[in-house]
């Protein structure tokens, strides 16, 4: 009975998520931080519960999909106007640095080219989402230093994916070339820059059409068929699909119907993503983080965790407007959430990335995710 | 790339249920038959531009459950037992006299006596939804008769699902003995009467639990996980898994958060469901309907329909209240909806009924559905 192990499967990806993202959140760290942990634990590495069949895959892709849907349409386009030469300052620097020095660390270690370009990549996003819910909960999100954050996150979320299409395709064709690399740069820009043109325009009239359909749930449907279509766009130019969601929901931000979108897309993105975040989790092998092993990457985990910390930082020398503090723009860069994880998924699906290296990235991943709030509060006690 | 392909046959399934189905509403019908009739023509029986992937089987699966779980939620277990004697015997007959008549049919056309059973079974189902909609939108749902139905539908679902897990324990055993029979029928009330009874006195200190959770969309999550727990523990009795969701929406249908939780499952259920009926319609071969070619189930499909029409008409007889108007109960129980679907389905998995049958039985489906509103109409038309 295939579907009932699918059933199983599901039930105890989802309780696990659930009981280990509500912990987190209690001592306040973000619920993602417990998904993955759920997933290390109950995958094949610790306990071997839940293995990844083709169903529980499927779901887990389309999980990303609606994942990146939802930070599209969670994202606005006159913010990035607006957010101004300091954000996107801010932004630049916060991807160049990593990138550069990631690549950098990685070729000294010797390796190829192609893993040294997946390494740093992941090092390049930013998941600001955290930094955001951190801000909120001291109430500075009016902070001059928040607003910049805010804006650079937008930002960082278009440069990310610009990268990530770029990576997929240099992973696809083997090769690192300048050639590759500006065509892939192009195909990427070309796709955000042509879907979000004709969307904005088309957008309207297609959302005013769907609001005179009498039968029930168009609304949902015809968005997620929206983010898929995209998707599929994307994967067929040689893009991620992700791209394709992301764009998808920066479009439909900018239609009157966004926050009943957003409200219907939730409930669907509160049972796929989490299946994203664990089966994610699943493919880490603590075993080989294990400090006290012979062959260990735990040094290496370690390494890359403090090089991600500090190339992530410098984005806070960009700060050069008055009244805007420095260190909090620096460490609410910091944080590597989602992106950074879909970045070496990429990396172990092409081949690129062993899945010791996987395990060492995901554990960065999750450092750097766990180390921000803490450190913004640190940063604010006693702040006027 | 075999995401993109899923994701392709996704967006052509949405869009042809989306369009079917409002074009079906639009004509007074049930947005169903519009999926249906989409998946035929999408399906490899006319078109071919989808196939049924590994995938796809799974979403369409879980769009089932999720169906089933929302008619549970939907229906009030007070209903049931106010429904009274008048609801139960029009159920009762209501399922009796079709199973008889379709098995009676079927052993006298010379088929073995387990593919008479499936075929009794799929004629037994009702769909009430449809009739409640057609009584709704002629301002008739506070009529006596309206209430015999709609009590009557509780009672059916229920007898159907029994009927639905002996039926699929039959095809698993392969024998129709007296024996297996009871034990089956054993199995599923008290699967029932215990998941129920327990899981009334539990859900309110559970549902309460949840109501302490921080992380987003725990509700969503612990309810989907409570009727997956509940199908695998199903399946696991050798029973269908969708009995499992069906109580699982009755139980979550005694707690103060119902409204909640049926207005969360809902997009959920708006973009799997479809995916259900649409992969349900695909199984269809139209060529062998068709009524010139020389090996037809036309004939076959077309005296099916009759029978089941008639057969179902005579749950009016048990109607002995007065003030109750006999026909519209009558025809109110015709459409026989998404469970005569699963039924055939089963049938049709487990290789008892053939492909050329499967066929005739959805189209027995569809025309009793497609039949029943506007008999309903007329049967009102005029009257005071």
């Not at 955290?130 to 278009?158: E, M, S």
């Not at 620096?330 to 990429?346: D, K, Q």
């Amino acid at each position: 009975m295939e579907f009932r192990d699918l059933l199983l499967g599901l039930v105890l990806v989802w309780i696990a998520a659930k009981l280990a993202g509500e912990a987190m959140e209690r001592i306040g760290q973000t619920a993602v931080l417990g998904e993955l942990l759920a997933g290390v634990i109950i995958g094949p590495g610790v306990l071997g519960l839940v293995h990844e069949s083709q169903a529980l895959h499927a779901l887990a892709e389309l999980g990303a999909l609606i994942l990146l849907f939802e930070v599209g349409l969670e994202s606005d386009l006159s913010d990035l106007l607006r957010a101004g030469l300091q954000a996107t300052l801010v932004a630049l620097v916060g991807v160049a640095a990593p990138f550069a020095v990631g690549y950098a660390i990685m070729d000294w270690l010797g390796h190829p080219a192609l893993l040294a370009v997946f390494v740093g990549a992941t090092f390049t996003a930013t998941s600001v989402g955290i930094t955001a819910r951190v801000l909120r909960d001291l109430g500075r999100l009016q902070d001059a230093a928040a607003k910049v954050v805010l804006g650079a996150a937008v930002v960082d979320d278009i440069l990310g994916l610009i990268i990530l299409a770029v990576v997929t395709g240099v992973a696809q064709t083997g090769s690192v070339s300048l050639a590759t690399v500006g065509l892939l740069s192009g195909k990427a820009i070309a796709f955000l820059v042509v879907a979000i043109l004709v969307g904005i325009r088309l957008a309207p009239a297609l959302v005013r059409w769907i609001g005179r359909m009498q039968a029930r749930g168009t609304l949902v449907v015809y968005s997620v068929v929206f983010a898929a279509a995209l998707a599929a766009v994307a994967d067929l130019m040689g893009l991620a699909t992700i791209i394709g969601a992301f764009a998808a929901g920066l479009i439909l931000a900018t239609t009157e119907r966004r926050a009943h979108i957003e409200e219907h897309i939730k409930p669907v993105a509160d049972l796929l993503v989490p299946v994203f975040f664990v089966t994610v989790g699943m493919k880490v092998q603590p075993a080989m983080l294990n400090p006290f092993a012979e062959s260990t990457q735990f040094s290496l985990a370690i390494l890359l965790t403090a090089v991600a910390v500090v190339s992530k930082l410098v984005a806070g020398l960009a700060v050069y407007q008055r009244g805007v503090r420095r260190w909090p723009v620096a460490v609410g860069m910091v944080p590597r959430g989602e992106v950074g994880l879909i970045f070496a998924g990429v990396g172990l699906v092409a081949g690129v990335i062993a899945e010791d290296l996987y395990s060492a990235l995901i554990v960065v991943v999750m450092l750097t995710t766990f180390a921000a709030p803490p450190w913004l509060k640190a940063l604010y006690r006693g702040a006027p």
